[in-house]
């Protein structure tokens, strides 16, 4: 049972059902949330900094959106829930703090939004059009990109530091009514939200949804490739000559005489591309489950994206009609814990879905095991 007194000044007993439901959410939920997803952030950066994953494009979009989620929690979830408790108001400590902590606020998970975008686009191409992936998706394009959407990201938060600041009352005499206020209240109110509704919320959405059916759909195609790529090692393995043959060179090969009607194939040359065909299969079977086991992990975290929004984009257009009701108070403790989740759940994410990175995480944390050879 809770004490009336923690945290902080909250006086429970003046809390309706509701808002007591609400005030609970916000003192359980963000102190597991936030210890879990810098640990697993800090883990992703760890794993895919290894030198498997190195001259990828993956490892940059993956490093850079967990960073941006590790600066989220830390200015935007941490004081929140602080904020919410009662405990420490960082905002208030001066005008410059307010617009600071907002300002690296916006920026960071508008940039982390869009880097996932981007991450989803680039696992689309990979799929469909793999060889124009590797001239369009390089490291250096990357690069740029992601310095291009963080300057847009830049542009479009830098009005918070004239529309956000201390908010005074001139009546009788000057005074400061909020230290972090909207100095600009019409521009906050109609203008802002819908800005960021678009950019960051509609356009995101449709975009990831969009690119994830086509990934979704060349993947399937991509597994009937691979079904025939496996049924073509069977028929290589089938065809392998057994090892009497070497020792029998006057042996007939009547095993091979309908793939190779000429008689005067040499069983060196049949031996070299038998050994040929069988490498290059399993390059394309092995190359194959990489690329899908990466693009298992962007669509693992756009589908999350996609389910952890669409909660946003409800209470924002049914604001205007229950803002003032008992259930938004629950509906927007939630849904800030559902926005948490997404910065959060990542690890686990990849974890699940991605089988090298699960390896390496294995490596990492246990060691490489290394294999015995026996000298004979």
């Known amino acids: 049972m809770i004490s009336k007194a923690f945290p902080g000044n909250i006086d429970w007993q003046s809390l309706n059902l509701y808002e007591t439901i609400s005030a609970y959410i916000w003192l359980y939920v963000p102190p597991i949330l936030i210890p879990i997803g810098m640990i ?12 498997v994953f190195h001259h990828s494009t993956t490892r940059i979009y993956m490093i850079t959106i967990s960073t941006l989620d590790i600066v989220v929690l830390l200015i935007g979830s941490l004081p929140e829930w602080l904020e919410e408790c009662q405990v420490f108001v960082f905002k208030e400590l001066g005008g410059m703090a307010c617009k600071f902590e907002k300002f690296f606020f916006y920026t960071s998970s508008d940039t982390s939004i869009w880097i996932l975008v981007l991450f989803a686009f680039d696992r689309c191409i990979a799929v469909m059009h793999p060889l124009k992936k590797r001239i369009i998706c390089t490291e250096k394009n990357t690069v740029r990109i992601i310095i291009i959407i963080f300057a847009l990201t830049i542009l479009k938060n830098i009005h918070v530091f004239w529309t956000r600041g201390p908010v005074y009352s001139k009546t009788n ?15 906050e109110k109609f203008v802002r939200p819908w800005i960021a509704f678009t950019l960051i919320t509609i356009l995101p959405f449709i975009t990831l949804f969009i690119c994830n059916i086509l990934i979704v759909i060349a993947l399937q195609r991509s597994q009937k490739k691979f079904i025939k790529s496996k049924t ?3 028929i290589i393995n089938r065809v392998r000559l ?13 095993e091979h005489t309908e793939l190779f009607p000429s008689s005067k194939i040499s069983k ?3 031996d070299s591309a038998l050994k040929l065909n069988i490498s290059t299969v399993k390059n394309k ?26 909660p946003n984009i409800i209470i924002l257009i049914g604001k205007p009609y229950w803002k003032h009701t008992n259930a938004y108070i629950i509906l927007k403790a939630i849904n800030s814990q559902i926005s948490n989740l997404n910065y959060t759940i990542d ?12 390896k390496e995480l ?13 000298t004979r």
């Open 285 to 310: 079977i092995k190359n194959d489950r990489a690329m899908v086991s990466m693009t298992l992990m962007c669509l693992s975290s756009s589908f999350t994206f996609l389910i952890c929004v669409a």
């Open 362 to 374: 294995r490596n990492m944390l246990f060691g490489k095991k290394r294999k015995s050879f026996i």
């Open 242 to 254: 057994p090892p009497t043959t070497v020792q029998k060179p006057e042996l007939k090969i009547t």
């Open 268 to 270: 060196t040359s049949l």
């Open 173 to 187: 005499s000057t005074v400061i009514v909020k230290m972090c206020g909207q100095i600009e209240p019409h521009f």
């Open 40 to 51: 697993g952030n800090i883990l992703i950066i760890c794993v895919i900094n290894r030198k």
């Open 347 to 358: 690890f686990f994410l990849y974890c699940f879905s991605g089988t090298k990175f699960r």
């Open 232 to 234: 073509a090692q069977m």
